[in-house]
Nanobody, 122 residues
Framework: QVHLGETGGGLVQAGGSLRLSCAIS????????MGWFRQAPGKEREFVAA??????RTLYADSVKGRFTISKDSNTMWLQMTSLKPEDTAVYYC?????????????????WGQGTQVTVSS
């Protein structure tokens, strides 16, 4: 079992930056693809960014490309968010899947953190 825990959310003005962290623990000897998702009130959970365990491949949603950066080391994954917009407001979740393949559907991820709130004011 993989355990995930997000920190780093908060309130920021439009144009500002935040860095989210995801602590990774548990049974991580099997390489997992990792990802960030977000869910705004009344909306479905949406893909933000993902990467392979080794970091040799990353994917980004078009809406965050060029503004967000995903990265990780052996026990932490980060999401550096810059040029934040009000439409980035959501609960952000980190996730892992029992496969090395990077995918964008939340249905294909097997382990989830509890989420952290990001609010961007205009």
């Amino acid at each position: 079992q993989v355990h995930l825990g997000e920190t780093g959310g908060g309130l920021v003005q439009a144009g500002g930056s935040l860095r989210l962290s995801c602590a990774i623990s548990g049974r991580t000897i099997i390489p997992h693809a990792m990802g960030w998702f977000r869910q705004a009130p009344g909306k479905e959970r949406e893909f933000v960014a993902a990467m392979t365990w080794s970091g040799d491949r990353t994917l980004y949603a078009d809406s965050v490309k060029g503004r967000f950066t995903i990265s990780k080391d052996s026990n932490t994954m980060w999401l550096q968010m810059t040029s934040l917009k009000p439409e980035d407001t959501a609960v952000y979740y980190c996730a892992a899947r029992n496969s090395m393949t990077v995918v964008t559907s939340h249905n294909d991820y097997h382990h989830w953190g509890q989420g952290t709130q990001v609010t961007v004011s205009s």
